[in-house]
């Protein structure tokens, strides 16, 4: 019998689909040639944008969680579905939760928030020419809006515990961009 790859698939089953999620179970060969199972969520990505004026101010949000009973700071991010492409929900998200459109975007990049549970990999915009738009909240959202300078932006989304992961992340990739020599 041939030796099998470490980390192949031997077979995958979805468990539980939703428009959202996939709750997955794949069976894998181990490092050891053993069978292993890894249950996962495969889920395509999500999006979230730093809205900033020209004054240097971003908007920074209060999000009710449900999941943590609690509200926290956060910049705009939204879930994407199968086949969405990240600007289009990047604009989509800021638009509906902060109640602005922007002219001009640029890519931060992205990461894996949950990278030992989820397929997940959030995509970062920075957005800039910002028009103040109605928002259009979900039934199950409530947010409301706060214009900062992006220091006490920093120090709200830095300094709650628990803190947003995606968002404080999403500063990490605006400071490596601006590192580079790049402008707000």
Request: charged share 25%; hydrophobic share 40%; glycine share 8%.
């Amino acid at each position: 019998m041939a030796a099998r790859e470490p980390f192949s698939r031997l077979s995958h089953e979805v468990v539980v689909d939703n428009p959202w999620h996939r709750y997955c179970r794949d069976r894998y060969v181990q490092t050891d040639g053993s069978e292993g199972t890894y249950w996962y969520v495969d889920m395509p990505g999500s999006c979230a944008t730093i809205p900033c004026h020209d004054d240097g101010s971003t908007l920074i949000l209060r999000v009710h969680r449900y999941l943590l009973g609690r509200e926290l700071w956060e910049f705009p991010i939204g879930g994407m579905k199968a086949g969405e492409e990240p600007l289009v929900v990047a604009q989509k998200e800021l638009h509906e939760e902060a109640g602005v459109t922007a002219a001009r975007w640029t890519p931060l990049g992205s990461f894996a928030p949950y990278k030992g549970v989820s397929t997940e990999v959030c995509h970062f915009f920075l957005a800039r020419d910002l028009t103040v738009v109605q928002q259009q909240l979900e039934a199950s959202e409530r947010i409301t809006v706060h214009r900062v300078p992006l220091a006490e932006a920093r120090r709200l989304l830095c300094d709650q515990e628990p803190g947003d992961g995606q968002s404080m992340a999403g500063l990490l990739l605006l400071d490596r961009w601006l590192a580079k020599g790049n402008q707000l």
